[in-house]
């Protein structure tokens, strides 16, 4: 991108975020949010149960970006002495590839920030727990596609094998290309391309026909719920389409940190795959944005809905929702993603920074709580749902209970609201 179209997009951007008066009280929120996890002692410790693994991978995202954007000295060193501490606890559960296989792909989104601290410190634990991840990754079952299972569950293979997730690619593409050339067991799952076909396979099978993704696919059809054709469940989970996102952005600027698009030493195969996994996330905004403004239609304010593709719906009593988790890490996704400039077009972002800022403040103002002692609570966030029962439909995703202070929730609130400082300056 040439100098002259940065500066454009960056004046477009300044001046979007003027029209809109960002809101006057996101300065300090993200910080305010860190103290009251630490306060509750969240995220202190790794737990391989339920959303254990990747509430951990999103907590500690939340706690690095923290840290690189503060300018007090005390929070920084407090937060990344938890940072470091937590990630020790994590390492016991990465002793042995055939184990570790055992768990969901949410584990590599620990092995990320492995990674980062290694280079870091050269802790010799670490580099063991990324060996052993980087082997049990070489190892994690596929379907006859070639897409990843989501979780090699041996006590419970009837409900869980074969099936993929959108959810996965929130842990495993930024560690692939992280590990691409850095591993002691290099596989075809490593590297930019492999990351690419995995995006892709999910994508294709799981658009539901509007570039919006439903929740995964049963490669074996053996479930209830599965599309007899494509294997493709029936709702588009509002979380799991988040976590999708996420990790394709993260995906993004890992490559473009690693092989900057305009250096001339970037191959050929990087550049076809950072240039396909950009087409790939602009197609999915540009479905997402068209969802939210229905949501803005519907509410009179942006939100994503639990089951997007079914904003406002009941079904015999049970109601979709505007759910927080998703509402924030979208929120996240499409300001990051100007900031990044990985959105170019004019008009789509200026639609992503309004329907940004407005999932943040409706979040703030209606699922943010202020405690007497100064900590920040947070509800709305969903529980998890899964795609192992017979039967999932959307009256199964409108009924999974919420969360106060779920930590997705409170980690996508600090990393919305590091973008949204960032944004308003």
Known sequence: MTPAKLFSLFAATFAVA????????????????????????????????????IELGIFYQALRESIAA??????????TAYLHTSTATAIPLFTNATSAIGLPLDRFSIG???????????????LSAIST??????????????????????????????????????????????????????????????????LEILAAICDDGTGLLVHGYDALKAHGW????????????????????????????????LHPATSPVMTLDLKI????????????????????????QINGKYGVWQVVDLPGASINGSRNFIETSASLMTAYSLLKSVRLNILEDTKLRNKAIKAGVG????????????????TL???????????????????????????????????????????LEKLCG
């Not at 300065?27 to 949010?33: L, T």
């Open 133 to 198: 991840l980087q082997d049990s990754l070489a190892q994690q079952p596929r379907n006859t596609n070639g897409g990843l299972w989501y979780y090699d569950n041996r006590n419970n293979l009837t409900a869980y094998r074969n099936l993929s997730y959108t959810d996965g690619m929130y842990s495993y593409p930024t560690f692939a290309i992280l590990s691409a050339g850095n591993g002691t067991r290099q596989s075809d799952a490593v590297g930019p391309a492999a990351v690419l076909k995995q």
């Open 273 to 296: 795959a950072y240039s396909n996994m950009k087409l790939l996330f602009n197609s999915l905004i540009k479905a997402q944005i068209v969802a939210l403004e229905r949501a803005l």
């Open 377 to 419: 609570d947070l509800g709305g966030t969903s529980s998890i749902a899964s795609l192992s029962p017979q039967i999932v439909n959307a009256k199964y995703y409108f009924n999974r209970p919420t969360a106060n202070n779920s930590l997705i929730g409170t980690s996508a609130f600090i990393l919305a609201s590091l973008e």
């Open 18 to 53: 003027q029209t809109l008066q960002c809101p006057r009280n996101v300065h300090g929120q993200a910080s305010q949010m860190i103290a009251s996890n630490i306060a509750r002692s969240q995220g202190a410790a790794a737990s391989s149960s339920g959303t254990g693994l």
């Open 226 to 257: 599965a599309d007899p054709e494509t294997g493709a469940s029936p709702s588009v989970w509002g979380r799991s389409q988040a976590w999708y996102t996420l990790g394709l952005l993260e995906a993004l600027e890992a490559l473009e940190a």
């Open 359 to 374: 999932l943040w403040e409706n979040i703030f103002e209606t699922h943010v709580t202020r405690n007497a002692n100064g």
């Open 112 to 126: 990320t920030e492995m990674m980062r601290q290694s280079h870091e410190t050269q802790s010799a634990s670490l």
């Open 70 to 79: 503060t300018n007090n000295t005390a929070d920084k060193q407090a937060w």
